[in-house]
């Protein structure tokens, strides 16, 4: 099953991991080195697009309780998901 999630994972694994992006143009390489602040702004950019999801979840789960149907999420992990992506973006709001 696709998540939001799994992206943002991969892509700030990534991001940590070479500090460097690298764009190909003519067959030569040219190397982009973001700065701290930059990457704190990609990240926050992707967890912000996890709310999104998450908005939609929450929504999703409410409609299912109102309407006495199931839910194929478990909102508790998504909901202490969110509590943690929460005080992630507090952190990144400081350095950016």
């Known amino acids: 099953i696709y998540s939001p999630d799994d ?3 991969n892509n700030i694994k990534k991001s ?3 500090n460097q992006t ?3 143009t003519n067959n030569n390489e040219i190397i982009n080195e ?3 602040q930059e990457l704190a702004q990609t990240e926050l950019q992707e967890l912000e697009n996890w ?3 998450y908005d939609l979840q929450a929504i999703q789960y409410s409609r299912a309780i109102r309407l006495g149907l ?3 999420k478990d909102i508790n992990v ?3 998901q969110a509590i943690e992506k929460a005080c992630r973006i507090k952190e990144l709001r ?3």
Do not use: A, C
């Open 7 to 9: 992206d943002i994972v």
């Open 16 to 18: 940590l991991k070479e």
């Open 22 to 24: 690298f764009e190909k």
């Open 34 to 36: 973001e700065t701290p």
């Open 51 to 53: 709310f999104n999801y």
């Open 70 to 72: 199931s839910f194929d």
């Open 78 to 80: 998504l909901d202490s």
């Open 94 to 96: 400081g350095l950016i």
